[in-house]
C-alpha cells in the first residue's frame, strides 16, 4: 500500500512538472526582435520591453537566467517622437571608455586636431632633427633610419610614429565631414527659428504643426519626404560657397510600417542637390534598429573627388540621452579618390580604449600599406589624444614595424610597448582589406532633385541662428590630416630614398 502510494505520488509529481513545462509562454518573435549579447545570449522584444529570451524549437521562451543581460540594449521606442535629434554626433564614437585601463604617460600628448598646426616635424621628431637632414649634403644610414623610426628606445618616432596618428585622424576627418549635413538637420528645425524667419514653411503642413516633430517617424504607411531649400551658404574660406550659395536637400523619413518591417525603430536617407542641377551629389542613409545598432552610410562626389563612409556601433541611453555604447565595438571604414589619389581605411574602436586601423593608399606614384594598434584617451575631439601604438608598414617594396609612444614633448620610438604583439593580428600580404584600392562608385539614380515633397521649408544661413548651428557642426570636424605628407617632410625622406 505505502509503494502504492508513493507510486501515485510521484506520478502526480511528473504530470505537474510536464504540465508546468507546457505552461511556458512560447513568441514567436519577428525580424529586429531577438538580438544576441555577451556571451553568444538571447534578448527578444516581449510586450515592447526587451528580455532575456532561449530556443524553443521554432520560438522563444522566457530565460530566467541572468536577467540583466539586456539592460545596456536600446529601447524600442526610444527614437519614436524626437529622431533624428537624439542621434548622437558622429565624433562621439571617439569617446573614451572611463571604465578602461588608462595608460601613463610623461607629459601631455597633443590633441589630435592640433597637431596640423603644431606642425608634424616637432611632434613625431627630436628638435630639429628634420631641418638638419634637409640641410646636410648626405644623409647618413643613421639619420635616415632615425627619420623613419628610431632603433633605440627614446630616439624619434619618425614617420612609422606619424603615419599611425596620421590613419586615425585622416579616416575620421572624411567621416566627419559626410556627418555634417546630418548635424545641420538636427539643429535647424527648431520653434526659435522658425519664428524668427531662419526658416519658413513654403508648402505642405508641418506634423502636428510642430516644427520640431518635422524629422518625427510618420505613422501608417507613408513616408515624409521633406525639401530643404538653403539659401546663402558658404564654407569658410570657400568665396564662392557651396554650389554658389544654394543647395536644395531632400530628407525621407521612413514610416512605422516601413521600420517595423526592416525591424528598425528609427531610419531616414538624405540628399543634396546644387541648385539647377539635376543629379545629386551627397546622400547619405541612416538607420537604428530596434535593439540599438546604428548604420551609417555617406556617399559624395564633387567633380573628380568621390568618397564613401560607413559606420556601425551600437546606441544605448544615458539619462535622457541617446549615446554610442562604449562597451562595445565601434567600427568605421572610408574610402575616397581625389586629386590623383586613393585612399581606404577601416577603423574600429575597443571598449579598452584602443584603435586598430587598416589602412591602403596611393599618392605621387608611391604606395603604401599599414595596420596600426593604437592608444587613446579624450571625451570628444576637444581632448582626444594618442597615447602609444604600434604600426606595421608596407611602403613600395620596403617593409618595417615599429612601436610610438608620448614622452615628455614629443612622440618617441618605444621598441617594447605592449601594443608590437597585436600587430601579429593582421598579415597584410594575405589580409583581403587589402587586396582592392579605395575605388568608390558613386550612384545617384534614384535621388531625384525634382522630387515632390510633402513638406518644403526654406533656409537662409545669412541668418546669426543658423551660422550658430553650423559653427557647432564645424566645431565636430577634423581638418588637415594628412599632415604626415607635408612638403618639408618629402623634401626630407628624399636625402634617404632618392627620387
Not at 519664428?195 to 516633430?213: F, K, T, W
Not at 620596403?398 to 608620448?406: D, K, L, W
Amino acid at each position: 500500500m505505502v509503494i502504492h502510494r508513493s507510486a501515485l505520488a510521484l506520478a502526480a509529481l511528473l504530470c505537474l512538472s510536464v504540465h508546468h513545462a507546457a505552461a511556458q509562454t512560447k513568441y514567436s518573435l519577428k525580424k529586429g526582435q531577438v538580438v544576441t549579447v555577451s556571451g553568444n545570449k538571447l534578448c527578444g522584444l516581449i510586450k515592447s520591453k526587451w528580455s532575456p529570451v532561449k530556443k524553443s524549437g521554432k520560438k522563444y521562451v522566457l530565460d530566467k537566467k541572468d536577467k540583466k543581460r539586456c539592460a545596456s540594449l536600446l529601447a524600442p521606442s526610444a527614437l519614436k517622437k524626437s529622431g533624428l535629434a537624439l542621434i548622437p554626433s558622429a565624433s562621439s564614437l571617439l569617446k573614451a571608455s572611463p571604465s578602461a585601463s588608462k595608460l601613463t604617460t610623461s607629459g601631455t600628448a597633443p590633441v589630435l586636431k592640433d597637431i596640423p598646426t603644431l606642425g608634424a616635424k616637432n611632434v613625431f621628431w627630436s628638435p630639429g632633427f628634420i631641418d638638419t637632414l634637409i640641410a646636410s649634403e648626405s644623409a647618413t644610414q643613421e639619420q635616415c633610419q632615425e627619420f623613419f623610426v628610431g632603433a633605440n628606445d627614446g630616439q624619434s618616432a619618425g614617420m612609422l610614429g606619424c603615419y599611425s596618428v596620421q590613419g586615425v585622424g585622416y579616416s575620421f576627418q572624411s567621416i566627419l565631414e559626410g556627418g555634417t549635413s546630418t548635424c545641420l538637420m538636427k539643429g535647424l528645425p527648431t520653434k526659435e527659428n522658425l519664428s524668427a524667419g531662419a526658416i519658413r514653411v513654403e508648402q505642405g503642413s508641418l506634423p502636428s504643426n510642430d516644427i520640431s516633430q518635422l524629422f518625427a517617424i510618420p505613422p501608417g504607411a507613408k513616408d515624409r519626404l521633406v525639401k530643404v531649400v538653403i539659401s546663402n551658404f558658404q564654407e569658410p574660406g570657400d568665396g564662392n560657397g557651396s554650389g554658389g550659395g544654394g543647395q536644395v536637400g531632400f530628407m525621407n523619413i521612413h514610416s512605422a510600417k516601413k521600420i517595423a518591417a526592416k525591424g528598425n525603430q528609427y531610419a531616414y536617407n538624405l540628399w543634396f542637390c546644387n541648385q539647377g542641377e539635376s543629379t545629386a551629389n551627397n546622400y547619405e542613409e541612416t538607420s537604428v534598429s530596434l535593439g540599438g545598432v546604428f548604420a551609417y552610410k555617406n556617399v559624395t562626389s564633387m567633380q573628380a573627388n568621390k568618397f564613401q563612409n560607413e559606420i556601425t556601433a551600437h546606441l544605448t541611453k544615458s539619462g535622457s540621452s541617446v549615446v554610442f555604447d562604449l562597451a562595445k565595438e565601434r567600427t568605421a571604414s572610408s574610402s575616397g579618390e581625389f586629386q590623383g589619389a586613393n585612399f581606404k581605411s577601416l577603423v574600429t574602436v575597443l571598449p579598452s580604449n584602443i584603435i586598430t586601423s587598416k589602412v591602403k593608399e596611393s599618392f605621387n606614384g608611391f604606395a603604401r600599406s599599414n595596420y596600426g594598434v593604437a592608444s587613446f584617451s579624450g571625451s570628444d575631439l576637444s581632448n582626444f589624444r594618442v597615447l602609444s601604438a604600434a604600426l606595421k608598414d608596407v611602403f613600395s617594396v620596403q617593409s618595417m614595424q615599429a612601436g610610438v609612444e608620448f614622452r615628455d614633448s614629443v612622440y618617441v620610438s618605444a621598441p617594447t610597448t605592449d601594443l608590437i604583439p597585436l600587430l601579429a593580428d593582421v598579415a597584410i600580404g594575405t589580409d583581403s582589406f587589402y587586396s582592392q584600392d579605395g575605388t568608390v562608385t558613386p550612384d545617384f539614380s534614384d535621388k531625384s532633385c525634382s522630387a515632390e515633397a510633402d513638406v518644403t521649408i526654406s533656409m537662409d544661413f545669412s541668418s546669426p541662428l543658423l551660422q550658430q548651428v553650423f559653427m557647432s557642426c564645424q566645431s565636430d570636424r577634423l581638418s588637415n590630416m594628412g599632415f604626415c605628407r607635408s612638403q618639408e617632410l618629402f623634401q626630407a625622406q628624399s636625402k634617404c630614398v632618392p627620387n
